[in-house]
């Protein structure tokens, strides 16, 4: 009983501090499991994939949204010219034209091979996990952590993914002192809830603050 307060007091902490998807924050409504958001929380993927801060990628992907870039047909239409400059601007400069062509491969792949909508790649793997991991690593610039941050952010419309955990969140997990298991994560939170609680602790991770959320924790006693 003990331990489980002591969870819930650091999990209050976590979410208080860095309770947001990647999607929620830029408002892609990846819950809705619709042919753009889907492609969207993509994208962010993609860009996430590159070495490059997470602040930079979540910039770009915004600027890519601002730009009315929110579907694949609409992406590999733009030319790739003004691809770059917008990622450039955004901050990406040193991936800015070798992006720009991966969004491109990947959007023309996505309307070629399943009309634009990831949902018929996932009947495609028959909704399995793996089966959908292999398919998404046959978009350039997904591999596997590409498809682990997918994965991360998607499985709200997904339910087969649920509850997926990825490598760096299950580290953030062991640092707070929590169980390092998807499932046994899931088992501390309400099924809406975690989502947010894996981005959060890769979120406390990338910001090397597990110290201050522990403290906030014990205050909270």
């Known amino acids: 009983m003990t331990d489980h307060r002591s969870h819930q007091r650091r999990i209050e902490a976590l979410l208080a501090r860095h309770g947001q998807t990647y999607c929620e924050q830029l408002g892609i409504e990846v819950e809705n499991n619709t042919p753009a ?4 929380a993509l994208c962010l993927a993609l860009l996430f994939s590159a070495r490059i801060s997470a602040d930079l990628a979540v910039q770009a992907m915004r600027a890519l949204l601002d730009q009315g870039w929110t579907t ?35 959007a023309r792949r996505l309307v ?28 350039k610039g ?14 709200t419309a997904w339910p087969e993914l649920a509850p997926f955990a990825d490598k760096k969140a299950l580290q953030g997990a062991r640092r707070l002192g929590l169980p390092d298991s998807a499932e046994a994560l ?4 309400e099924k809406s809830e975690f989502p947010r609680l894996i981005t959060g602790l890769v979120r406390m991770e990338l910001a090397e603050d597990a110290a201050e959320v522990a403290k906030a924790a014990d205050k909270a006693r």
């Open 142 to 155: 997904i591999g596997d952590v590409g498809v682990d941050i997918f994965f991360r952010e998607a499985q």
């Open 37 to 40: 958001a889907l492609f969207q």
């Open 72 to 106: 694949p047909a609409k992406l590999a239409a733009a030319p790739w010219a003004r691809r770059v400059q917008t990622l450039n601007q955004a901050g990406y400069a040193r991936f800015d034209e070798r992006t720009s062509t991966m969004l491109e491969d990947t």
């Open 112 to 139: 070629d091979q399943y009309g634009g909508d990831l949902r018929r790649l996932r009947s495609a793997g028959e909704h399995k996990p793996a089966a959908e991991r292999r398919l998404l690593t046959e978009f």
């Open 186 to 189: 899931s088992e501390l939170v």
